[in-house]
């Protein structure tokens, strides 16, 4: 059972605000379930239970899609690891323990291909290893069902068009997002907004933006796609606070000068509720797929989820500080005496 009987990924974004949450592979790090630096998904062969576990409290924050963890699942990566030859069994395992969450609730399940490092416009070679690599990745995952794919955190367009082709000869909907490294090009030379007019023209059913930047400086970025394109737009930003000075997670530095990526992003990191306002000003302006990149939490979908007017399953524990013995209104006697530190 592959959920292609409920409402796809098509209709969804056409009759009201998908939201999305990815940062798998920076939570899973986190918990200690990922090596950072490669950052292979290996997890999901050597611990599915914790996979199958942040899925499933995506989904209870209100997450409308199941990413399979694919991302650097990939020949290029694995290769790295040593662990080519798991190349088939993690894709299409990522894809089955995606399915098995998405079906306790109403989510779509996402096949998922990312930028493969192994990508170079001057050589003609690379469009063809990128293409293999793809078409094997996609072919497992549409064998273990899947609703539709992303393809993210594309620094090329040249890349991305490769994507889009292999999931459309694959007959699926396709989300294809650019990362906005760069100040306003993907390295290839194309402005963002022209790079999304083109993947739009090719036939992507969304297009947008996803990963290295805040919502401060990855805002401005997207009103200026949404201008340009008929088609659905996505934006998932990282939850850092990005800006004018240190546009992208990459750029943000220590009080003492070192760079905070990746492992040191924690005092930069947005709050809940800047994270429900990002949603509100997205919805607003009239993106359809919201979500949330590199280093979400489940507290952080919960909160856009719930500012997007929605209720969901973990909303049976979102705050009430008004039950907290220090902010009640009628704080007692007996702790009222906690006041001035609290307060301090």
């Known amino acids: 059972m592959n959920g292609r009987n409920r409402a796809g990924i098509v209709e969804r974004v056409k009759s009201g605000t998908v939201l ?21 998904p290996e997890v999901v062969l050597d611990f599915p239970d914790a996979v199958r576990e942040l899925h499933r409290e995506f989904l209870r924050a209100g997450s409308d899609v199941m990413v399979a963890l694919t991302y650097y699942a990939h020949r290029e990566k694995l290769r790295h690891v040593g662990r080519e030859g798991d190349l088939e069994a993690m894709n299409r395992r990522a894809v089955q323990i995606a399915r098995e969450v998405a079906l306790e609730g109403d989510a779509l399940v996402a096949g998922n ?37 992303i393809s993210e955190t594309n620094d090329y367009l040249g890349e991305a068009l490769i994507a889009l082709e292999v999931i459309r000869e694959l007959g699926l ?12 090009r993907t390295r290839d030379g194309y402005s ?20 290295d930047r805040g919502p401060q400086s990855f805002m401005p970025l997207i009103a200026r796609i949404r201008e340009a394109v008929d088609c659905a737009v996505a934006a998932q930003p990282v939850p850092y606070r990005t800006n004018a000075t240190a ?12 760079q905070a990526f990746p492992l040191a992003l924690e005092p930069f990191g947005c709050t809940r509720f800047e994270m429900a306002q990002f949603a509100l000003q997205a919805r607003d302006l009239g993106v359809d797929y919201v979500g949330i990149c590199c280093g979400a939490g489940p507290h952080h979908v919960r909160a856009m989820a719930e500012a ?37």
């Open 308 to 344: 997007l007017g929605r209720e969901v399953q973990a909303s049976k524990y979102s705050p009430s500080m008004e039950l907290h013995p220090m902010f009640r209104a009628d704080v007692s006697t007996k702790d009222a005496m906690f006041l001035n530190t609290w307060n301090a």
């Open 113 to 149: 291909v990312c930028n493969t490092w192994a990508y170079d416009p001057d050589e003609p070679w690379a469009k063809d290893v990128v293409r293999a690599m793809y078409a094997e990745q996609l072919g497992w995952a549409v064998e273990e069902g899947v609703d539709f794919v």
């Open 20 to 40: 999305g949450a990815e940062g798998y592979v920076f939570e899973l790090e986190r918990r200690g379930y990922i090596k950072a630096g490669p950052y292979v």
């Open 173 to 184: 909907p396709a989300m294809v997002t650019l990362a906005p490294t760069q100040p306003d």
């Open 247 to 258: 546009l992208t997670m990459q750029a943000l530095r220590s009080e003492t000068g070192q």
């Open 192 to 211: 963002y907004v022209e790079a999304c007019r083109i993947l739009a023209a090719e036939g992507a059913d969304i297009v947008g933006l996803n990963c």
